[in-house]
């Protein structure tokens, strides 16, 4: 004798499927997938109108210039048709209907189709035709004339069968078999046309994404290009941050040292006849003074060039090269300036290089060429040092301040999408090498 909770048991999860079913008949998915569905179908038939007439067009224009005899004014109407504003109205058409299916998914579906690295291709029109994009694009219109004419009028059937149902027993009059068979069947449409419009709209959205949207190698060049941008834009921040920082310390802490240095200065001539120990005291702390502010000009002087915006990058390496404990010989001819960025990382290139030669090269000269190629601004730093340069962690396995330094050379050229080569053969000489691009 079965137990009373065994029958509950065996029977509930039918029953939770077939309540499952009945509430999907109102959901709000179902009706967005319908919505949607529906949606495909009116955009599917707009589609297949505009591109069976013009392709109808097309055809009636070939078959007139195959048999209509060459020449005379109609001949070059047609040519001009069919070459010319072809590809026109055809582009346009594709354009327009990819702009109409995204905004058909973003209004029903709340998808958002991204569109794919914009692609200039010359000549106009013929020149889009050759992008595989527009080829994709003309291809999801071409299925979507198949899927959403035959999926939106499947969803339709099952959605009006009740009423389909209905009709046929009032007007026919069936005989009772009959009229029950067109019920039950009525009944399971309407049942699967949750589920259908579910499915129809899934294949849609996937069917989108792979075609209306961009590929994979597409993706990878919107990725590239949005991390160019990013880093771009943390450049020009950094740059910027430099600039303020270097701003603040030279009209504050600077001023105040210059100010501080200049009255322990007068204090130190004037109290000449104090005791010894206070004027030990004055002395100290007027050299501390001095040197201090010798140092900050130094580290402002390495944050940020400002003689660069005052003057020019040929001024601002010139004084490099004076400032520097060896011969340079320096040769600028830069008759446009690049961007801002890229001039102060030449700058702290030259200035890093130059550094280097006089800690590590064991040089008695040294030579910086800076040089305006079109769009590359040439950066060559040579010594007749004792060569074996390498920088660390990079073309080689160098250790020590060299490398690091070296290190940063190429990191300060890769951050405006420069490049930086070390030529540098034990015995020397050295030859650093950068280029940046103007404009980066």
Known sequence: MPLYGDVMTSADPTSRRASAAVSALWSEPTWRATGNVLAALLVAAVGGILLGGLALIWGAAVISLVHWPVGGWAHAVLYITVVVAGPVLALWAVQGLTALQRSRLRATLGVDIPTGPRTERKPWPVGPWLAATTWRQLGFHLLAILTGVAGGALVAACWLAPVAAISYLAVGRPPAAAGAAACVAAAGLLLVAPWLARQVTRADEALARALLGPSRSEQLALRVESLARSRADIVAATDAERR?????????????????????????????????PVRQAIAQAHDEAVL??????????GLYPAVINDRGLDAALSGLAARAPLPVRLRVDVPR????????????????????????????????????????LRISVTDDG??????????????????TGLRGLAQRAAAVDGTLTIDSPPGGPTVIAAELPCES
């Open 292 to 301: 201090a502010l010798s140092e900050l000009r130094e580290f402002i002087r």
């Open 244 to 276: 303020r920082i270097e701003r603040d310390l030279h009209d504050g802490a600077q001023q105040r040292l210059v100010s501080l240095a200049m009255n322990l200065g007068m204090a130190r001539e004037r109290f000449t006849g104090a005791p010894e």
């Open 386 to 403: 004792s060569g074996g340069a390498v920088p660390a962690d990079g073309a080689g396995a160098g250790t020590g301040e060299a490398g």
């Open 337 to 376: 300036p690049a961007s801002p960025s890229v001039e102060a990382v030449a700058y702290f290139i030259v200035s890093e290089a130059l550094t280097n030669v006089a800690k590590h090269a064991r040089a008695t000269r040294a030579e910086v060429t800076v040089a305006r190629d079109g769009d590359l």
